[in-house]
Each structure stands twice: as structure tokens, then as C-alpha cells.
């Protein structure tokens, strides 16, 4: 499934007004009537027009968010099981620990915990569902009564 949103340069949480703004920008750009004879400007203006017929009906957007989220996180458990499979692969041949990415450990982090370790961010896009196993906020909340901020 493509990205909608970078198709058309702008984030997930852009609203409708900079959608448009973008996607007038980007089909005057590719627009066929301004670059005859090329066919990847003439693809480009159909991806870009798609986009913005599903990013700009609300119906439509709520619906493929939801797809694009799933997608990603199957994607991200693919990705992590297809490491730990090579990991273990590498375990059992060398007999050590693996190599581990440290370049992508943040990510990790923040996929498991909910933000980021370098600048404290939270992820607003952190599925409550697939939180950290040793998350304890429902617990400290049912037993103090207390409420989240």
C-alpha cells in the first residue's frame, strides 16, 4: 500500500487545508497539459490525484489510515520477525550474540515504549493495543484512582 501522504509532501496529521494546498502545487507541477509527451509526469499527476481524492473525503481517509496503520504494524512485526529469525541464525552458527543494529534501536525503542529515547518525544501514533508487556500506567491508574493528564 503507498503512502498517500508522502505522495502529496505532507505529515499524517496534516489537515485538510495544507492536503489541498500541497496537492495544487504538486498537480500543477506534474500536470500532462504542462509536460506533454512525458509519461512519468502524467503518472505522477494520477498518484497525486488519487491521493488526494481519498486523503480529501473524510470517509475515505479515516478508512485508509486504518488499513495504512495495520499494514505498518504487520510490516514492523514481519520486519522484527525476520531479524530475530537471522539473529537466531547467527547465534547458532558463530555461537555469540549477534550483531545489533544500533541505528535502528531507537526505532525499536520507541516502537515497544511509545517514545523516543534521544529527544523524549512521544509517539501520538502509538497503538495502546500492541503497548510494552511491562507497561504498569492501567495499573497505577486503577489502584490510585488516578487520571492521566
Known amino acids: 500500500m503507498k503512502n498517500l501522504y508522502k505522495i502529496l509532501q505532507v505529515s499524517a ?7 489541498k494546498k500541497s496537492y495544487k502545487k504538486l498537480a500543477k507541477k ?43 504494524n504487520n510490516q514492523t512485526s514481519q520486519d522484527f520477525d525476520n531479524k530475530t529469525k537471522r539473529s537466531a541464525k547467527t ?4 555461537g555469540s550474540r549477534p550483531n545489533i543494529d544500533f541505528e535502528n534501536i531507537s526505532k525499536e525503542f ?13 509517539n501520538q501514533n502509538f497503538n495502546k493495543k500492541n503497548k510494552s508487556p511491562i507497561d504498569t500506567s492501567d495499573m497505577f491508574e486503577n489502584f490510585f484512582k488516578a487520571k492521566k493528564f
Not at 547465534?91 to 558463530?94: A, I, V
Open 13 to 19: 496529521d496534516a489537515d485538510l487545508k495544507e492536503i
Open 30 to 72: 506534474y500536470h500532462p497539459d504542462l509536460n506533454p509527451d512525458n509519461k512519468d509526469c502524467e503518472e505522477k499527476f494520477k498518484e497525486i490525484s488519487n491521493a488526494y481524492e481519498i486523503l480529501s473525503n473524510e470517509t475515505k481517509k479515516s478508512k485508509y489510515d486504518r488499513e495504512f496503520k495495520n499494514q505498518s
Open 91 to 94: 547465534r547458532s552458527k558463530t
Open 110 to 122: 520507541e516502537s515497544f515504549f511509545g517514545f523516543d529515547p534521544k529527544s523524549k518525544k512521544v
